[in-house]
């Protein structure tokens, strides 16, 4: 049975930093692509950054290119995201998310815009920016 497990959440002031890990247990292969999305105040859950598991590809939605990376430890079984210059509308609900849909193996972006393509949720971590 896959379990998504996140941790790291807080309150931090504007241009700050935290790092989200999400524990992973149950896959019996790599073949899957692993993320997360976020949904903040009053708005839809979007994608925010994901990673191929296979090869190690990573993905950003564009406002937090270059100030979020992703990165995944296979041995540890954990992903983390690493978010820096973080800003009032970064705040939200986190979730890891995963899927191993045969759509995603060529098209992993994919994973940022289909909430509903994926197989797999944590049950989130909150994230407050504010001063």
């Known amino acids: 049975q896959v379990q998504l497990v996140e941790s790291g959440g807080g309150a931090v002031q504007p241009g700050g930093s935290l790092i989200l890990s999400c524990a992973v247990s149950?896959?019996?292969?790599?073949?899957?692509?692993i993320g997360w999305f976020r949904q903040g105040p009053g708005k839809e859950r979007e994608g925010v950054s994901c990673v191929t598991v296979e090869d190690g590809s990573t993905y950003f939605e564009d406002s937090v290119l270059g100030r979020f990376t992703i990165s995944r430890d296979n041995d540890k079984n954990t992903v983390f995201l690493q978010m820096n210059s973080l800003k009032p509308e970064d705040t939200g609900v986190y979730y890891c998310?995963?899927?191993?849909?045969?759509?995603?193996?060529?098209?992993?972006?994919?994973?940022?815009?289909?909430?509903?393509?994926?197989?797999?949720w944590g049950k989130g971590t909150l994230v407050t920016i504010s001063s």
């Open positions: 149950g896959f019996t292969s790599e073949n899957y692509v």
């Open positions: 998310a995963a899927t191993r849909g045969p759509e995603y193996r060529d098209f992993p972006q994919l994973f940022l815009t289909t909430p509903d393509g994926m197989d797999y």
